[in-house]
Each structure stands twice: as structure tokens, then as C-alpha cells.
């Protein structure tokens, strides 16, 4: 074979290895994309699925975190329910107590009131009495007396009927005086010996008026006692309800700030979602 053919048919072998060298360079290159591609996309996939799964641990403790406060919120709540109605009985049983004892008071001084104002007429009486027996006494001393001198007067001017009937009359109207006298002074002792006995049974009542003006005195201690734990528990239940108050507010912020923190990694979670939605369908275009 001539020299110059022989070179063409070389030249033309070199192409054709030539070719076959390029084209197993791009096959090699292909293949080795599409494990890259596949490799990038498993690797995302696992990101994802790890970060997606991160996210919903998150969110579950945050949701299970916020169910256990709730639960122990609840729990509390009804203690505090059950303080509170012990609270509020106590405080019932003491205005129940300190209102009894203010009407027993009141009846007792209304008794104190009526033995002290019986007292007082008593005593009126019986130095009215002791009045009048002195006045009488005194009038009849000194009608004696007046009767005594008239006597004595008619006497000295002599015995004649005319004398005689003047004395006889003198005597009798003052022998009536005197009787009706004496008929009142009778009837002012009966009355005043009547009123002494009525002083010694009122004597029983002296003590009975001692007896409950202690009690009285007694009862008003009470009553300031009681009046003063009433107050330090109506105070102190007052301040527990505010308290109160003031944790239930504190419980509701921090649960709205739970559901907001729930919100916040739900539209997280979201995101992600339609990030990964997309790069899932780059993916596929690319194919």
C-alpha cells in the first residue's frame, strides 16, 4: 500500500479513537452529576428530615411542656379553690358569731337598763316614803303641840258652860286631826314595809345587775377580739385573692406567649415546607 494512503487510514483511526475518548469523558462526567445530584439530594433530604424533625421535637415539648403547666395550673387552681372556700366559711362563721353576740349584748344591756331604772324608782319610792313619814310626824308633833296650848288657854279663862263646850269642841277636832293623822301615818308605814321587801328582793336583782354588767364587759372583749381576727382575716383572705389575681394573670401571659411560640414554629414549619417543596421541584426540572 502507497505511503500516503496508509496515512489517511491512520489520520481517520486517530479520529474515530479521538470520538470514543470524548464521548466516554461525557458519559463519565454524566454519570458522576448524576450521583452528585442524587448524593446532594439525599444529603438535603436527610437535612431536612433532620430539621423537620428537630422542629416537630420542638414543637411537641413546647405543646406537652404547655399541657403539663396547664395540668398543674388546674390542680393549683383548685386548691386554691378549696383554701379559699375554707377562707370564706371561716369568715362567715365569725360575722355569724360576732352578730349573735352583738344581739345577745344588746339584750343584756336592754335587762341592765330596765333592773337599773327599777333600782332607781325603788330608791324614789323609798325616800318619798321616808319623806312623808318625817312631815307627817312633824305634823302631828306639833299638832299636839297646838292642841297642848289651846287646851291650856281655854282652861286658864275659867269653868263655865260656855268654856266647857269651846274646850269640848277644840278637843274633839283635834282628837279627828290627830286620828286621821295617825290613819295615814299607819297607812304610809303598811306601804313602807311593803317597800321594804320589795328593796330586799330588789337586792337578788342587785346582783343579778352585777352579774350581767360583768358578762357585758366580758362580751365586749369578745366582740373587739373577734371583730380584730375578722379583719386580719378578711385582710389577709384579701390579699391571698389578689395574689390570686395577679398569678392567673401571669399564668395567662405566659400561656398566650406558649401559643405564640406554637404559632412562631408552626409558620417555621411552614416555611420550611414550601422552601423544600420548591427545591423538590428545581430537583425535578433539572432532570
Not at 430539621?51 to 399541657?67: L, Q
Not at 386554691?80 to 344591756?109: G, P
Not at 336592754?110 to 313619814?133: D, F, G, H, N, P
Amino acid at each position: 500500500m502507497p505511503n500516503g494512503i496508509a496515512r489517511i487510514f491512520s489520520d481517520e483511526e486517530d479520529d474515530e479513537d479521538e470520538e470514543e475518548e470524548e464521548m466516554e469523558c461525557e458519559n463519565y462526567i454524566e454519570l458522576d452529576e448524576m450521583d452528585t445530584e442524587e448524593s446532594t439530594k439525599d444529603s438535603n433530604k436527610e437535612k431536612e428530615d433532620t430539621i423537620g424533625k428537630g422542629d416537630e421535637e420542638e414543637k411537641e415539648d413546647t405543646v406537652g411542656k404547655g399541657d403539663e403547666e396547664e395540668e398543674e395550673e388546674e390542680e393549683k387552681e383548685d386548691e386554691d379553690d378549696e383554701e379559699q372556700k375554707l377562707r370564706d366559711s371561716n369568715i362567715q362563721d365569725m360575722e355569724a358569731d360576732l352578730a349573735d353576740l352583738a344581739d345577745e349584748i344588746n339584750m343584756k344591756q336592754k335587762l341592765v337598763e330596765e333592773l337599773e331604772k327599777s333600782q332607781r324608782k325603788i330608791l324614789a319610792m323609798k325616800m318619798q316614803y321616808e319623806e312623808k313619814l318625817t312631815v307627817l310626824q312633824n305634823q302631828i308633833q306639833i299638832t299636839c303641840e297646838e292642841r297642848d296650848k289651846v287646851m291650856v288657854s281655854l282652861k286658864n279663862k275659867g269653868d263655865n258652860n260656855k268654856n266647857r263646850e269651846e274646850i269640848k269642841s277644840k278637843k274633839d277636832h283635834y282628837a279627828k286631826k290627830l286620828k286621821e293623822m295617825e290613819a295615814e301615818m299607819k297607812r304610809l308605814k303598811t306601804a313602807q314595809r311593803e317597800h321594804d321587801q320589795l328593796v330586799k328582793k330588789n337586792k337578788e336583782s342587785a346582783k343579778t345587775l352585777k352579774t350581767l354588767q360583768t358578762e357585758i364587759t366580758s362580751m365586749k372583749k369578745n366582740k373587739v377580739k373577734l371583730m380584730r381576727q375578722l379583719k386580719e382575716e378578711t385582710t389577709k383572705s384579701k390579699k391571698i385573692e389578689l395574689k390570686k389575681q395577679q398569678e392567673i394573670i401571669k399564668l395567662q401571659r405566659e400561656k398566650q406567649k406558649q401559643v405564640t411560640q406554637i404559632k412562631k414554629l408552626q409558620m417555621e414549619q411552614k416555611s420550611k415546607d414550601l422552601v423544600l417543596k420548591r427545591k423538590q421541584e428545581e430537583i425535578k426540572m433539572m432532570k
